[in-house]
């Protein structure tokens, strides 16, 4: 359905911001109004709100069901994946409700928007236009498009990571469409490609399978990791796969960027200095562990621990950086004299056997405040509490 009635129409904007489930008991009370049609769009629309606060505040816009919406991309993540592709003609193989494809589309003279599903077809079309985008749709399976697609610059694809149960799968083998079955394919249609993968995948397992793979973006936002994207290319690489870890908070992004590597030559430390450092999420995926430590001069307390130390403030660290005031074991004495008048805390546990909510127990501190306590195993065994205030 890509039309509204003015019933519905007028139902949806003075309804919009109402309660879902409250507003489904009461569709008796409106015969006038196509009520699923209206509560698919006020709910498309209150997801929109926080994650493609754009299209939101466009008028016109049409929204599908809701695990289109929850699947689709967010406004930040569609913009920094647009900021890595442009040339003159581009292809999104799994086009989905959109959001990829009309951010992406606008760095390119020539756009194509595959999917399978027609609705969802239909609803990108009525976007595109309302959006003013000349975009190309095509109502096709992937791999049948890709036989006949002309040769593009660029290749997005966002496989459904869903099986035929409704369950979440993380392997690219087991995601539709199978990315290793149709590497060589993809990239006879192209010269570089992008795969957006969930940020659960192994990375080293996917490249493993995907041989063409030269560079990986690990994309967060507000610290919590949204994205694995392969950028694929079928020109030989001579160098080790470039890692590029993304934080997005607001209007700032943070970048750290290093190559696929093994923690062999990294320096471990038991003495806790001045400072501690908490990597953010996209870093803590990636692994970039020694590069870190040698941008930085700072060491690692424990090889599972990721958390660094030094005794010189380094601000421009990717993550967390804390000022330490105190250090102490598990003890009565050492608690009391190090945490005693400590009533309210955050605590994180890092490479440490027990939860949060027991250490907080034990503890008797409650949530909250400016005080941040780190609970974490040291270089030589030892188990501390780092007491801890942002530096």
């Not at 035929?164 to 490609?193: F, M, Q, W, Y």
């Not at 941008?295 to 424990?302: E, R, S, T």
């Amino acid at each position: 359905m890509t039309e509204t009635d003015a019933a519905t129409k007028k139902f949806i904007e003075e309804h919009r911001n109402d309660d879902i489930r409250t507003l489904a008991l009461q569709a008796a009370r409106y015969p006038d109004v196509s009520m699923h049609h209206a509560l698919t769009q006020i709910e498309g629309w209150q997801c929109a709100k926080e994650k493609l606060p754009a299209w939101a505040a466009t008028e016109g816009m049409l929204y599908p069901p809701k695990i289109s919406m929850e699947q689709c991309s967010s406004q930040d993540t569609a913009l920094y994946k647009a900021s890595l592709m442009q040339g003159d003609t581009f292809a999104d193989l799994t086009g989905g409700f959109g959001i990829d494809c009309s951010y992406i589309s606008k760095n390119f003279s020539c756009s194509t928007y595959i999917e399978r599903n027609e609705q969802l077809c239909r609803i990108a079309q009525h976007n595109f236009e309302t959006l003013g985008l000349r975009i190309n749709v095509v109502n096709s399976h992937c791999e049948e498009a890709l036989h006949t697609l002309h040769a593009c610059n660029w290749i997005f694809a966002d496989p459904a990571r869903r099986n035929n149960s409704g369950g979440k799968v993380v392997a690219l083998a087991d995601c539709e469409p199978n990315i290793t079955a149709i590497e060589e394919l993809i990239l006879s249609r192209c010269k570089h490609a992008m795969i957006k993968c969930s940020p659960m995948l192994d990375i080293t397992a996917a490249c493993r399978q995907i041989s063409s793979v030269n560079e990986i973006h690990i994309v967060s936002v507000n610290n919590e990791c949204k994205e694995v994207l392969l950028l694929l290319s079928g020109e030989q690489r001579n160098t080790p796969i470039a890692m590029h870890c993304v934080n997005i908070t607001g209007n700032d992004t943070v970048r750290f960027s290093c190559h696929a590597e093994n923690d062999g030559n990294i320096t471990y430390t038991q003495n806790v200095e001045a400072y501690i450092y908490e990597p953010n999420a996209s870093i803590q995926k990636a692994g970039c562990h020694t590069a870190l430590a040698r941008k930085f001069n700072i060491a690692k307390l424990h090889p599972n621990s990721h958390i660094y130390t030094s005794a010189h403030l380094e601000k421009d660290f990717p993550g967390r950086i804390f000022h330490v005031e105190s250090i102490c074991g598990f003890s009565k004495n050492e608690i009391k004299k190090a945490l005693g008048d400590v009533k309210k805390a955050n605590i994180t546990i890092r490479n440490f056997p027990d939860t949060v909510q027991n250490l907080r127990k034990r503890l008797k501190i409650e949530e909250g405040g400016d005080i941040y306590i780190f609970a974490t195993t040291l270089y030589d065994g030892r188990k501390v509490l780092l007491k801890c205030k942002k530096a």
